[in-house]
């Protein structure tokens, strides 16, 4: 779409001084494009319109478009409208994927806790940090209301990323099995949201989608993350390493913590679900 509007712009500044006797060899030209008079430039403009329109309107046909669709929600750069259909579009495929058999299975009886060595007496107030679940919105990206997840705590006094006790990184693990459908895999204290207004939230995080639960597995603030996009998963699985990335993980005032939140697919929208009891009754690591 950009590349269209500058080749009109360009197209129209580079005529306004033709007249219909100059030559061929005296006209405008871009990329093989010639332009003789200001119809034959709107003409072009209107192709390489329509052109860019029908490529941006493309469906998702891979998990790696579903991660770049991800980037473009949390960004804000699609409309409402847009990010809706796409992320139905999205659902569609990943369903799909389940039923060829190309996405792990397990029921919730076999989901694990999501990070290792702990157990849910590790979540913040006892599932009491669970809030705000009406005024969160998928489709406001990093500005979302609300907090309807789980921060899962560890010890770490010093802010290091490390656990006090044995002075190693913690290991974020996959509660269910599923695919990697996006990861991002690097943060900065000064990465910005694209108005570059506030800190990005999630800092490095992984989103992990479940075709038994049909819910995605929302994991934030890691210090690393060990997983890449189209992987499958099995509960238990390493995905990265607890850590302080992201706008509110990042301050000394926070502990660190993993922002764990589930996202269940009705009418094909992703809305806030609590699978708090789950996470009692999870098997540790």
């Known amino acids: 779409m950009t590349r269209a509007v500058s080749l009109f712009l360009e197209a129209r500044a580079g005529i306004a001084g033709v007249s219909s006797e100059d030559s061929m060899d005296d006209m405008w030209r871009e990329d093989g494009i010639f332009v003789r008079d200001r119809m034959k430039t709107a003409t072009a403009f209107l192709f390489l319109l329509a052109f860019a329109s029908t490529a941006c309107a493309q469906p998702c046909e891979s998990v790696q478009c579903i991660d770049t669709l991800f980037r473009d929600i949390y960004s804000l750069k699609l409309s409402r409208a847009s990010a809706v259909a796409r992320v139905r579009e999205a659902h569609a495929l990943l369903r799909s994927l389940s039923r060829k058999g190309g996405i792990e299975r397990a029921t919730s009886a076999a989901w694990v806790f999501p990070l290792r060595g702990h157990s849910a007496g590790s979540i913040g107030g006892r599932g009491t940090g669970y809030r705000g679940a009406a005024s969160y919105d998928f489709f406001s990206g990093n500005s979302h209301g609300g907090h309807p997840a789980h921060d899962v705590f560890i010890r770490d006094r010093d802010f290091d990323d490390l656990d006090d006790k044995t002075s190693k990184p913690v290991d974020v693990l996959s509660v269910s ?28 995080c992984a989103w992990i989608y ?29 995905l990265g390493e607890v850590g302080r990335t992201g706008k509110n993980a990042y301050p000394h005032r926070s502990p660190t913590h993993l922002h764990f939140m589930v996202l269940s697919f009705r009418d094909g929208l992703p809305r806030p679900r609590d699978i708090y009891p789950e996470l009692l009754r999870a098997s540790t690591r």
Do not use: E, N
Not at 187 to 193: A, G, K
Not at 213 to 232: E, I, K, M, N, P
């Open 177 to 204: 099995a599923g695919i990697v459908i996006s990861v991002t895999a690097s943060w900065s204290p000064d990465s910005m949201d694209a108005k570059g207004r506030q800190p990005i939230r999630s800092g490095i």
């Open 210 to 238: 479940d075709p038994v639960s049909d819910c995605l597995f929302y994991y934030a603030h890691l210090r690393r993350a060990a997983c890449t996009v189209g992987q499958t998963v099995r509960p238990g699985d390493r």
